[in-house]
């Protein structure tokens, strides 16, 4: 149970550290991508590409 | 100053002292009452029984910075067996003490003039209330008779031989402590209280040293080899060996009855010798007793231990569970009434657990008190874990009763294997004791610690945080969804993409997107750039609102936080979504018209935001939107995980606890649906 409970502890600490002290965010509709060189300078690439990387706007 | 006289009966001398009624001739044995003249003889004393005493006659010592005298002493006979001594103390102020010895405990009491009129004995009970008026509220403890047995030295009251003597004791709180002696009307009042041994400072005289010793005899029926450990107080001696049942008298054995005993699996053998809470202490007996409930038996074995300082005290085993009992005034507990569900003494709330009747079943080894098979007691139970509150209600076969209150602490099984050096390990303990401490509030306990640290800790990095989270906006704009509707294909040819490096700074947002700064689309979509936004601190979070007036409609925005230096984008996508009506008569709403989304931390430079509104239809349902960066905004949810961790394993020790109370209960007379109801304090 002690060990548990540090892991809960050590776990939920550590999200909050994360989040307060160095900007993580964990939750939540987001994504990091590399955008491609061909992308930024392409018309109409972006939509592409976000569709692509999960990104489905719209109803 | 004493007065001299010489013995009725063989002319030896006889001192008398002022208040001393009655004079024993110490060669004699004669009794001789004081008269105005010469005294008079009044019968003969039996030889006196060896109790034991650490006290003699003609020892001195001090009471209240008085001193005293043992001048004398009487010695009763309980109706259970057993003889008890009555001390008299002549003091140096010409006051007489009686200072009554019983199974190791000693009571101190003066003769007193009543305030009011005392209670008549038919009007008590044991384990009921003597009201003495102006001398208060007393606990009956016993209600029974004495019959003179011997006496020596000089008595201060008109003792006769063979007398019987109805009394009634009475305890009170703080050892406090009275007699009611009914040979007399109106009544004797005798007021007093326990006294430790050490506190009278006695010296000289005949006194013995306290031994923790054995006297070994054979059993009449068997043979089989016994030891009395307390020669001068045991009544009763079960033979371990034959099952006889032999009665005690002045260190002899004379055979009662054979009995037929039940099957005993002995743990602690008798004469057994072990430390207990660092006291000395030796098994001198033996006692299986059991209560029945709804037809079914429930055993337990008793074992009575005999201390150093000849005070006696229980180990009670029932299904692996031990704990050990000690006695316990019965002032020192308020009246229990009948079905009463709590109790509040000794500093706990008891409730209480169990009425039972308890029935002796097997008898090995020696005890203090004519103890037979068959001899029942009511049982009422009162817990608070660890410790248990006992009150047994015996009837006397002459009509007398008493009461006798106990406190039991709970023992773990280990703790008796090793006071007793006992070989092997416990057996496991089965089911749950009326009175074993809530190992999982046990555990709770010990985190506690833990809990206030973690809570302590949680709240200061929640100061820090929002200390430093200063919610910095870094990005505002409201957004023309209808002009960016109309935009073209043409129009968007004014920007391709998002260039490495801005060729020049962006001017101030204004109403509308215009190509000029910012608002371009990519091809069949609106999208909005801003203009280069500077974010100096990599260490704290963003946060993207859309904020949009939609009504029964939605507006979603796909976004992007793409850095020019290096191409890295932060994918976002938020959506307002309002809807509302009227459905059977009950209006409904579902949705938000502001949404908000966190983005971790990206590394200080220049970035440019990407922003593609979305929506059902070809004209958009609302004509502005309104979009915000921020950076170090506050985020409580991670906070309310780090509770939640914190008080996850708590909640589940609560959680355990309860369901181990509940299993506890299911076993008590007064279970859940009578605690429910609250208490009768």
């Not at chain 2, 009555?86 to 200072?99: M, N, P, T, V």
């Not at chain 2, 305890?171 to 007699?179: E, L």
């Not at chain 2, 922003?611 to 939107?625: K, S, Y």
Request: aromatic share 10%; with cysteine; proline share 7%.
């Amino acid at each position: 149970m002690r060990i548990l409970y540090l892991l809960f502890l050590g776990g939920g600490f550590s999200l909050m550290v994360a989040n307060g002290f160095f900007g993580r965010e964990f939750f939540g509709q987001r994504r990091r991508a590399d955008l491609p060189p061909s992308v930024r300078q392409t018309p109409g690439a972006y939509r592409t590409f976000l569709h692509n990387n999960g990104f489905h706007g719209g109803k | 100053m004493s007065t001299l006289a010489s013995c009725p009966s063989c002319g030896a001398a006889l001192s008398f002292r002022p208040g001393t009624m009655v004079a024993v001739c110490s060669y004699c044995k004669a009794l001789a009452a004081r008269k105005d003249r010469d005294p008079e003889l009044i019968g003969k004393v039996a030889d006196l029984v060896d109790t034991g005493s650490p006290l003699g006659l003609g020892a001195s010592g001090t009471y209240t910075g008085r001193a005293f005298t043992l001048a004398g002493r009487v010695q009763l006979k309980h109706p259970l067996g057993g003889v008890w001594d009555e001390w008299y103390l002549a003091l140096d102020d010409g006051r007489w003490g009686w200072l009554a010895e019983a199974q190791g405990r000693f009571y101190l009491t003066f003769t007193q003039a009543p305030h009011g009129a005392l209670p008549a004995a038919d009007s008590l009970q044991a384990g009921g209330l003597a009201d003495l008026g102006p001398d208060g509220l007393w606990t009956v403890g016993e209600l029974s008779e004495a019959t003179f047995h011997s006496a020596e030295g000089e008595i201060p009251w008109a003792v006769e031989p063979g007398a019987i003597y109805r009394y009634a004791d009475l305890s009170g709180r703080n050892g406090a402590f009275a007699t009611l002696d009914y040979s007399e009307d109106p009544p004797l009042f005798f007021l007093g209280r326990e006294i430790p041994l050490a506190d009278l400072a006695i010296r000289g005289g005949t006194r013995k040293p306290t031994k923790l010793g054995a006297q070994n005899l054979n059993c009449p029926k068997c043979g089989g080899a016994l030891a009395l450990h307390a020669p001068d107080q045991t009544q009763r001696v079960g033979c371990p060996s034959c099952g006889s049942l032999l009665s005690v008298e002045n260190g002899k054995f004379a055979f009662l009855k054979s009995l037929k005993q039940p099957h005993q699996e002995v743990v602690i053998p008798l004469g057994a010798e072990g430390l207990l809470g660092g006291e000395k202490v030796i098994c001198i007996g033996q006692l299986r007793r059991s209560c029945t409930l709804e037809g079914t038996a429930y055993p337990w074995t008793e074992y009575l231990l005999l201390d150093s300082q000849h005070g006696f005290r229980w180990l009670v085993e029932s299904d692996g569970h031990w704990s050990v009992a000690t006695a316990l005034p019965p002032g020192e507990v308020p009246q229990a009434h009948e079905g009463q569900k709590n109790l509040w003494a000794q500093g706990h709330n008891w409730r209480r657990f169990q009425d039972v009747a308890a029935v002796v079943e097997g008898v090995w080894g020696e005890f203090y008190w004519m103890v037979e098979q068959g001899e029942r007691v009511q049982v009422s139970e009162f817990v608070a874990p660890p410790r248990g509150l006992t009150r047994e209600l015996q009837r006397h076969k002459n009509g007398g009763e008493e009461v006798n209150w106990s406190l039991s602490t709970y023992l773990e099984p280990s703790e008796i294997w090793t006071a007793f050096k006992l070989a092997g390990t416990p057996p496991a303990p089965r089911g749950i004791s009326s009175f074993q401490p809530n190992p999982h509030k046990t555990t709770l306990s010990k985190s506690t610690l833990w809990i206030v640290g973690a809570l302590g800790l949680l709240l200061t990095l929640v100061m820090i945080e929002s200390t430093t989270h200063r919610n910095i906006e870094l990005f505002s704009r409201r957004l023309d969804l209808v002009e960016m509707a109309h935009l073209g294909p043409a129009t968007a040819e004014a920007r391709r993409g998002i260039p490495t490096r801005r060729p020049a700074p962006a001017a101030p947002p204004t109403a509308s997107p215009s190509p000029s700064d910012s608002a371009i689309g990519e091809a069949q979509e609106p999208v909005f750039f801003s203009g280069p936004i500077e974010i100096k601190d990599g260490h704290q979070n963003l946060a993207v609102t859309l904020s949009a007036p939609v009504n029964n409609s939605w507006v979603s925005l796909e976004g992007a936080l793409v850095s020019e230096t290096t191409g890295v984008a932060e994918l976002f996508l938020l959506e307002s979504s309002y809807y509302h009506g009227v459905d059977g008569g009950e209006s409904w709403s579902e949705g938000d018209q502001t949404q908000m989304v966190f983005l971790s931390a990206v590394p200080p430079g220049t970035y440019v935001l990407r922003l593609a509104p979305q929506w059902d239809g070809r004209m958009p349902p609302v004509g502005e939107i309104e979009v915000k960066l921020r950076q170090g905004v506050m985020r409580w949810l991670y906070p309310g995980l780090a509770l939640l961790a914190i008080l996850v394993v708590p909640l589940l020790m609560v959680f355990r606890m309860a369901a181990f109370e509940s299993r506890r209960w299911q076993e008590s007379m007064y279970g859940t649906n009578a605690s429910s109801s609250g208490g009768d304090d």
